[in-house]
């Protein structure tokens, strides 16, 4: 008997403890290899030296799930450029020395066309005091506009025109100041903006006539306003245009469907009484421009009509 050895599926049943210390020793090692995988799926980085912090690099890297044309993308795009500058700029992040920026994590990219229409990634910024990271999430979507159409009727009412449209991320129907963001790098604010209306209401706009009320603001605001500084990166010129009218365009414009349906924009136009805006819509930028521009008439920078 001292020769007999039993066979692999019978010893399992004779020894459970042994079978079982086997079974979970090679579950560990399973484990391990599956981490190790996961850990070591996206090898794509890249290392920048900004002039704030000249002897301590950047690592940035994509997280998993981002292919390499979208990482490039991303390091190229102006929209992280962009960012990169404002952490420098007199008053970033990192203009005092008390920040360092440590990592940056590409998370997501979306493509409009052939350029980034939006760009979600997460930075690690420590207080070099403390050694404590600061909230880090970034959305960024880059520079935007609004414009503030007041249509002046020979009735005496004064208008303000609106877009109604969808709005996925709210889950709901938005009221709104026509919106939208820039489509390049050149910093066309008032181009965009004569666009979007044209495109959102069907009224052209002469640009001479815009007046930028975001550029009454202190010249260390960059004159722009940041509709949701802490997450997004969405820096808006607010414009307004002033319009004299008869009763018979502003029963043509109440209603009226626009929008480039192509792009998937189902908008209506809708017209409210300047003296009720105020408390008809639940959109930030109707009610900053509001403040801007009953600011600039007390201040005489906007002439009374």
Not at 96 to 103: F, P, V
Not at 281 to 301: F, P, Q
Request: proline share 4%.
């Amino acid at each position: 008997m001292s020769g007999f050895t039993l066979p692999a599926r019978l010893l399992f049943l004779a020894c459970p403890s042994r079978a079982l210390h086997r079974l979970h020793h090679a579950k560990l090692l399973l484990r391990c290899k599956m981490s190790s995988s996961s850990s070591s799926s996206s090898s794509l980085t890249h290392s920048i030296t900004l002039r704030k912090q000249p002897t301590d690099p950047v690592n940035v890297a994509a997280a998993a799930g981002v292919s390499s044309s979208d990482f490039r993308n991303a390091i190229d795009s102006s929209l992280f450029k962009n960012w990169l500058r404002n952490l420098e700029s007199e008053n970033g992040i990192l203009a005092d020395g008390t920040m360092t920026l440590k990592q940056v994590i590409i998370q997501g990219v979306d493509m409009f066309g052939t350029r980034i229409g939006f760009l979600k990634f997460k930075a690690d910024i420590l207080d070099k005091e403390s050694g404590h990271k600061v909230p880090g999430i970034v959305f960024a979507r880059g520079p935007a506009v609004a414009v503030l159409i007041l249509l002046e009727s020979d009735d005496g009412e004064t208008y303000a025109v609106l877009t109604e449209q969808v709005r996925v991320p709210t889950g709901k129907v938005v009221l709104e100041l026509p919106a939208g963001m820039l489509d390049d790098d050149e910093g066309d604010f008032v181009g965009t903006a004569v666009r979007e209306v044209e495109e959102e209401i069907g009224i052209k706009l002469k640009k001479e006539d815009m007046v930028d009320l975001t550029a009454f603001l202190d010249p260390s605001t960059g004159h722009r306003i940041f509709p949701s500084p802490g997450g997004c990166d969405e820096e808006m010129s607010v414009f307004l245009y002033r319009l004299r009218v008869e009763q018979e365009t502003i029963r043509q414009l109440q209603g009226k469907e626009t929008g480039l349906r192509e792009h998937g924009e189902f908008i209506k136009v809708r017209l409210v009484p300047y003296r009720e805006l105020w408390r008809k819509t639940a959109d930030a930028k109707v009610l900053v421009s509001i403040g801007l521009y009953e600011m600039a008439l007390r201040e005489g920078l906007v002439p009374r009509h």
